[in-house]
T-cell receptor
């Protein structure tokens, strides 16, 4: 099983609908992240969480919300989806206990299309 | 974070070494150089990192210039499976955030 699992892998939704992307991890890491990638661009940070009681906005949080249900689970919601939120979404975890490499692990991604 | 500059794309012959350059002229003394790669829309994968010494692991080698203003990632024997976008990132070791640019698209040809 993958260390970081994202569901669904692909989703098509209509404008205005609420949608939730889910992420679970077996790494035992405290820190979890949601990134967004648009075609031909690098990843941009949406939200991050350092532990269950901690939620922080990233550089592009408008239109998104998150929930950290447990150490292993971090969900991203689009309250009212719009077409420019069509993108590839990645969940990631990291471990500050590891010097240098910092233990960043990414999920396989969720491809979201808003029509 | 210091910014990095990478070529947009490069080709490499299968079995040959691939040398990927990265400029980071404004890097600070406590910032590491990291390399990640992303294979066809999969999640990014850590490759290697270094501070000032050259580093080698089972995937690649990292050569950092003495002034630390640039570095080169070396894939010693490129295979078709190494075709990916390669990202050079500089950051302090305990920084939570990875700042991705556009990276270098590497195409390994048979």
């Amino acid at each position: 099983d993958a260390d970081v699992t994202q569901t669904p892998r692909n989703r098509i939704t209509k404008t205005g609908k609420r949608i939730m992307l889910e992420c679970s991890q077996t790494k035992g890491h405290d820190r979890m992240y949601w990134y967004r990638q648009d075609p031909g661009l690098g990843l941009r940070l949406i939200y991050y969480s350092f532990d269950v009681k901690d939620i922080n906005k990233g550089e592009i949080s408008d239109g998104y919300s998150v929930s950290r249900q447990a150490q292993a689970k971090f969900s991203l919601s689009l309250e009212s989806a719009i077409p420019n939120q069509t993108a590839l979404y990645f969940c990631a975890t990291s471990d500050p206990g590891r010097t240098g490499e910092y233990g960043y692990t990414f999920g396989s991604g969720t491809r979201l299309t808003v029509v | 974070d210091a910014k990095t500059t990478q070529p947009t794309s490069m080709d490499c012959a299968e079995g040959r070494a691939a040398n990927l350059p990265c400029n980071h002229s404004t890097i600070s003394g406590n910032e590491y150089v990291y390399w990640y790669r992303q294979i066809h829309s999969q999640g990014p994968q850590y490759i290697i990192h270094g501070l000032k010494n050259n580093e080698t692991n089972e995937m690649a080698s990292l050569i950092i210039t003495e002034d630390r203003k640039s570095s080169t990632l070396i894939l010693p024997h490129a295979t078709l499976r190494d075709t990916a976008v390669y990202y050079c990132i500089v950051r302090v070791a305990d920084d939570y955030k990875l700042s991705f640019g556009a990276g270098t698209t590497v195409t390994v040809r048979a």
